[in-house]
């Protein structure tokens, strides 16, 4: 059996490949909140019924948290964790990066993952703790931005401002008027439209500078609560960078 392991700025996602090859993803933890070694426990990680073989991760944290993870990986599943990294061609996938190396693996992993078995053009747009949008045409990578997510955006205002305080996504999203009648409405559904309206337009310039039609993928924490916003339809995949790490060890 093989395990994957995303580890992101504030989540650590987790997927098994049975010995049948049959995909399972586990689901997500928020690492804010937890110790290093108990996200195994959340993710169900410690009572497989199936010996552990191999342990794949790809990371966009410290030095020093990786290490911590790495150790813990190897206490419980006594086997050395291997690092998928970005490299400038995978999966007949060609990096669009002049230094192949500065993508952020989070990145070629899910672009990998959201163009797999398709030539069709595919915008990417993953809104987490950075909001990032990549573009491929033709199985090559035409680069992509990068920009402070909601969460951000939000912290951004409260830091910078006076009489302003920090304010995140409730659980039970609000109804949003088009324009906010308090100031938490007004943080939280002027960073929305802001998200939104950013995708939108470079969708659209993209489109006019490539004579193509994009599908688009969308991924990370956030993306849910911005869709509603979106001109053109999605096709969310939660654990897209899983998938595509998945795609790169199968081609080994």
Request: proline letters at 3%; one cysteine or more.
């Amino acid at each position: 059996m093989k395990i994957f392991f995303e580890f992101g700025n504030t989540r650590i996602k987790a997927a098994l490949l049975d010995n049948r090859n049959n995909y399972d993803f586990l689901g997500a933890v928020d690492k804010r909140h937890v110790s290093t070694g108990e996200y195994i426990q959340l993710l169900g990680l410690d009572d497989i019924d199936q010996q552990v073989t191999q342990v794949y991760f790809c990371s966009v944290t410290s030095a020093a948290d990786n290490a911590d993870l790495i150790e813990s990986i190897k206490a419980l599943f006594k086997c050395y964790p291997t690092e998928l990294r970005s490299e400038p061609r995978c999966c007949d996938l060609e990096s669009g990066y002049d230094h192949f190396e500065q993508l952020g693996v989070d990145r070629w992993m899910s672009i990998i993952g959201a163009t797999a078995g398709s030539s069709k053009p595919v915008i990417v747009v993953s809104l987490g703790t950075a909001m990032t949008i990549d573009a491929v045409v033709d199985k090559k990578h035409l680069g992509g931005f990068i920009v402070p997510g909601l969460s951000l955006m939000r912290r951004s205002l409260a830091l910078n401002t006076a009489q302003l305080d920090e304010y995140d996504l409730p659980s039970q999203q609000n109804e949003f008027k088009l324009l906010a009648t308090n100031t938490e409405n007004a943080i939280l559904g002027g960073t929305l439209y802001m998200a939104a309206s950013y995708i939108n337009s470079l969708i659209k310039d993209l489109e006019n500078e490539t004579g193509r039609k994009f599908d688009c993928v969308g991924t990370g924490g956030d993306f849910s609560a911005v869709e509603p916003l979106l001109d053109k339809p999605f096709l969310y995949i939660e654990d897209l960078t899983l998938k595509g790490m998945v795609k790169v060890v199968e081609s080994f």
